[in-house]
């Protein structure tokens, strides 16, 4: 199993080692592509639309294509995040609106609709879900089908200030959580995602797009008739 993770910190604090031992459960060790984040990719989107029209178009492309080439390679995506003032960190949110242009209403890829994802997050205090939430919706824009979540409150300010009770349960929940995404072999696309999909596609007919080459890129794909992206 290939895993690319992307880390909404630089350093290596609780959440970073609570998704590198799902990693490890998951028997993929020596499989796994990181990035750190503003590290490997230190922007703010400035709102210029170029990338509406090719994705070469973006002032940070070459940066950003490093990370989007390992998504597009992985059979797993794990997001993690901190929880900042109950929302993901604000490196994090930069990459979500660089990739933008890759949610269902603009120009989704295909392999997204294959994928298995997990977030996670975690917090001193409270809070942690709602880190969460903001990359999970993200993800299902993308069109992942699959999405696992794990939030909790470690009580400390680092991994060293844990409690050896709150690791233990830690790893009892990550060793479940391990096992669910074992289990899926294949990916199935839920009734909402087909649906949005539907929707997204009506959209790009009746030419409400942000651009005509959005439209043709739809076109193109064969997802303005009857094919859609998880049965390709």
């Given at each position: ?84 003032c109950l929302m993901p960190s604000a490196p994090m949110k930069a990459f979500i609106d660089l990739t933008y242009t890759y949610w269902m209403s ?127």
């Amino acid at each position: 199993m290939k895993i690319t993770m992307i880390h909404g910190q630089n350093h290596k604090g609780s959440t970073y080692h609570v998704s590198r031992l799902l990693a490890e459960k998951l028997g993929a060790a020596d499989e796994i592509t990181e990035f750190f984040l503003p590290g490997d990719l230190n922007h703010f989107c400035v709102g210029c639309y170029a990338c509406i029209e090719a994705d070469e178009a973006c002032p940070f492309y070459t940066e950003k294509k490093v990370i989007l080439d390992a998504v597009e390679m992985a059979d797993l995506l794990i997001f993690t995040t901190p929880n900042y003032c109950l929302m993901p960190s604000a490196p994090m949110k930069a990459f979500i609106d660089l990739t933008y242009t890759y949610w269902m209403s603009h120009r989704p890829r295909a392999y997204m609709f294959h994928k298995k994802a997990a977030v996670i997050s975690t917090t001193a205090g409270a809070g942690a879900g709602q880190a969460i939430k903001g990359i999970t919706r993200t993800l299902f824009y993308w069109g992942v089908p699959y999405i696992k979540s794990y939030g909790i409150s470690v009580q400390a300010m680092n991994w060293q200030g844990v409690s050896e009770k709150k690791r233990a349960k830690i790893n009892k929940d990550i060793s479940a959580l391990a096992k669910k995404i074992s289990r899926v072999k294949k990916t199935r696309v839920g009734i909402k995602t087909r649906f949005i999909f539907w929707m997204m596609s009506n959209m790009q007919k009746a030419g409400w797009s942000s651009s005509p080459t959005e439209t043709e890129y739809w076109r193109a794909n064969g997802w303005l008739d009857k094919k859609r992206p998880w049965n390709q």
